[in-house]
């Protein structure tokens, strides 16, 4: 049980900003949210995570909502190399065994 | 620096066949995650290592399945009399103590015929 749940697949333009949702309304005041991208023929890499605050980082902003019920991963300037299926998780932390839904595929394009 | 590297990228075995996956992690990562992806699905859990230590082994789908990390580095999973639904990607991550990323490598793509 993933407990996330997170569209299926979703499309932008090159350039452009993306938003990608996911809900997660049983989530633990505990549980951190952490987002992972699977390029295709790569293994899983780390995105960002988040407990309550937005964050950013180097890749993406987070945007987490006031209830903690619900987050957004935003990339600012989609490009054709963010092409990739992108999981929401929940969890504890990085020493803790991954939770991986079926994940967002994105399609970017040019 | 070098990350999580995974030999062999490919392997194909005839059903009832053993196979041993090996997982180099970061050198220093204490924690070691064994995963098996289906095509089309999101990774799921097999098994978690602390140093040497198999602390949670609950995601391992059979006594088929078996894996080891004698000196808290290298990891090996045997998987043995391979089944046509063994075939799948198996993914090893590593993380260090309180690091809330686990830094996964390229993945064992495993075709049983």
């Known amino acids: 049980d993933a407990k996330t749940t997170q569209p299926n697949s979703m499309e932008s333009n090159e350039e452009e900003p993306v938003h990608l949702p996911c809900n997660h309304s049983?989530?633990?005041?505990?549980?951190?949210i952490h987002w992972y991208r699977q390029l295709p023929s790569q293994g899983p890499e780390y995105v960002i995570h988040?407990?309550?605050s937005n964050v950013n980082n180097r890749m993406a902003s987070l945007a987490i909502a006031e209830d903690r019920k619900s987050s957004t991963l935003i990339l600012h300037r989609a490009t054709l190399r963010d092409a990739a299926v992108y999981y929401c998780i929940r969890g504890d932390s990085g020493n803790t065994p991954l939770v991986f839904g079926k994940g967002t595929r994105l399609s970017v394009i040019a | 620096g070098a990350g999580v590297s995974q030999s062999p990228r490919y392997k194909v075995a005839k059903r009832g066949q053993d196979v041993a996956l090996r997982c180099d992690p970061i050198?220093?990562?204490?924690?070691l995650f064994w995963y098996q992806q289906a095509l089309g699905q999101g990774p799921e859990f097999l098994t978690y290592f602390q140093n040497e230590a198999q602390l949670d082994k609950s995601g391992l789908p059979s006594d088929r399945f078996f894996a080891e990390r004698p000196e808290g580095s290298v990891s090996t999973l045997k998987i043995q009399r391979t089944q046509q639904e063994d075939s799948a990607v198996y993914l090893c991550a590593s993380s260090l103590p309180g690091d809330r990323e686990q830094y996964f490598g390229p993945g064992t793509r495993l075709t049983v015929t």
């Open positions: 988040g407990l309550t």
């Open positions: 049983t989530i633990s005041g505990t549980d951190y």
């Open positions: 050198s220093g990562h204490v924690s």
